[in-house]
């Protein structure tokens, strides 16, 4: 008897899908009931961390410059980041996915092996799911997690007088889908792709720096954030649920190799690229003065570069090496604007 094997989702359908996830999966620490049932039964100490990121095609990724397994990786890796980003532990997943019904299951294979991959990577464990009919690909992923020893750090937590720090380097997830955008057409965006892979690893996956997060919760973080919107906005978010102004100097953010060339291809500045570009998932830490050096400890061997620091009153700048300022607010990516 020949066996036709299913060759897009309409023909392997929506339980076919969550069967495929089921298999790649198994139960780890704290399951008590995963994939199978209407919910997952999982065990928690006690407070739990919940959050949720979405990703959809087109808005967050293109398949011309994405590979399924990327995206399924970033899909993970954004939530865990905001796992990370509360000084926490991400423990358990659940994935929404939706795609049309003509999506080759090549593609759907990758997107979940992506997951799978990071999955791993971040000791997460998937437990439930669920996939949709949908126009464009679109993947959500939900992380469960649990605070680490030095409790949850919130962004409302900031003081006057601390320092704004920020984990390795920005700039280089915004340079890469810009240089991608050229390469086609462009020899030179093309070169310096091939001289400087991670401008484009930086867009296509997510860094979560999941380690970090929590040795910085346990070395005097006050606060932090992860970047997502960019530099300038989301330090704007920690200034404002603490209540505090904040001076940032642009000429002091760390650059991520090869964002220097690039902005020059691109006809902007570096500053522009490293404290308005999104999705490099770096961590940004607001700590005293004196304990900048304990985090930095903490955190190494990933770098950490002060950057900003936190005043009393309401202003929250950017002052760019030209002198020019602008309100941190207004510098960065935002969804509906």
């Avoid at 090869?258 to 522009?272: C, D, F, K, L, N």
């Amino acid at each position: 008897m020949l066996l036709v094997m299913p060759e897009d989702l309409r023909s392997l359908g929506e339980f076919g899908v969550i069967r495929r996830l089921r298999a790649m999966t198994s139960p780890g620490p704290g399951v008590e009931a995963g994939i199978g049932d209407d919910a997952a039964l999982v065990r928690f100490d006690g407070a739990a961390l919940l959050t949720v990121d979405m990703l959809v095609q087109d808005v967050h990724f293109d398949l011309a410059f994405s590979a399924a397994e990327d995206v399924g990786y970033k899909a993970m890796a954004c939530s865990v980041s905001d796992i990370a980003a509360m000084g926490g532990r991400p423990r358990y997943a659940v994935v929404a996915f939706g795609a049309p019904s003509s999506t080759e299951l090549t593609l759907v294979d990758g997107v979940l092996e992506g997951l799978r991959t990071a999955a791993a990577e971040f000791d997460v464990t998937l437990v439930g799911g669920d996939t949709v009919e949908s126009p464009v690909l679109t993947i959500s992923v939900t992380v469960a997690g649990e605070p680490g020893p030095a409790g949850s750090i919130l962004r409302s937590g900031a003081k006057p007088g601390d320092l704004l720090c920020v984990t390795g380097a920005t700039g280089g997830a915004a340079a890469g889908l810009a240089l991608l955008r050229r390469a086609a057409t462009d020899p030179r965006s093309a070169e310096l792709l091939d001289r400087c892979p991670e401008l484009a690893r930086a867009h296509r996956r997510g860094r979560a720096r999941a380690r970090e997060g929590l040795a910085a919760a346990t070395s005097m973080a006050h606060a932090m954030i992860d970047i997502s919107d960019g530099l300038g906005k989301d330090a704007a978010h920690i200034a404002e649920e603490s209540g505090l102004g904040l001076r940032v100097l642009a000429g002091n953010v760390p650059a991520a190799e090869g964002v220097v060339e690039a902005a020059s291809i691109a006809g902007t500045t570096p500053e522009r690229f490293a404290v308005g570009g999104g999705d490099d998932y770096e961590l940004l830490i607001a700590a005293h003065p004196h304990d900048v050096d304990l985090v930095r400890d903490a955190v190494a061997p990933t770098p950490l570069t002060v950057v900003g620091e936190f005043r009393a009153g309401t202003e929250r700048t950017v002052e760019w090496s030209d002198g020019s300022r602008d309100a941190l607010e207004n510098v960065g990516w935002e969804h509906h604007a």
